[in-house]
């Protein structure tokens, strides 16, 4: 028997795998390989909702890595995206928007904008693999909804404070 392997980031236990990682986003190479085939339109696909945009957000926010720049930019600019859609009301079809303008031209560079926020704990939210769990492209839209609004939970209740902050300084502003 195999023993299992927890994701590092979201717990997830899963058999282990030898495929690929991310560069900076902290998931286990089981967890990455079913996050992409589910991103893919694995089998069975999502039904359509408009949470979906936002997978990409709640899962690069639920496995932040180590310190590092493009770590640091990465958390920031997708709990951005989540505060956005979530908290400010900017529509989902804005998603995209969110998630470029906080690392648009401005006089701060980028690296002077945002700092590491130590990462809530994922312990016992909702995973990707209980996403694929399920058997319908429904019932796995439904879970990505709470996947979405419970790794947004986990940050808000850390950091909402300083995430707008950064909302009000990069991405509100039209003149910089
Ligand atoms: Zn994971």
């Excluded at 690929?20 to 190479?29: E, K, M, N, Q, V």
């Excluded at 493009?70 to 997708?78: G, L, P, R, T």
């Excluded at 009301?89 to 998630?99: D, P, Q, S, Y």
């Amino acid at each position: 028997m195999t023993s299992l392997e927890p994701c590092p980031d979201c717990r997830a236990l899963l058999p282990p795998a030898d495929g690929p990682t991310h560069r900076y986003i902290g998931a286990s190479s089981a967890c990455w390989t079913l996050y992409s085939n589910l991103l893919n339109g694995g089998e069975p696909p999502l039904a359509p909702s408009p949470y979906n945009t936002l997978l990409v957000d709640a899962y690069a926010a639920q496995h932040p890595g180590v310190p590092s720049d493009q770590a640091i930019q990465s958390v920031a600019v997708h709990t951005l995206t989540l505060y956005g859609v979530l908290e400010r009301g900017v529509g989902m079809e804005r998603a995209l928007w969110l998630r470029l303008r906080p690392l648009r031209e401005q006089r701060t560079t980028k690296r002077g904008r945002f700092h590491w926020l130590i990462p809530p704990s994922f312990a016992d939210t909702i995973t990707i693999a209980d996403i694929v769990a399920l058997p319908t492209p429904a019932a796995r839209s439904e879970k990505v909804k709470a996947y979405v609004e419970q790794v947004w939970g986990c940050w808000a209740q850390a950091h909402r404070g300083t995430i707008a902050t950064w909302y009000a300084a990069y991405v509100l502003p039209d003149i910089l």
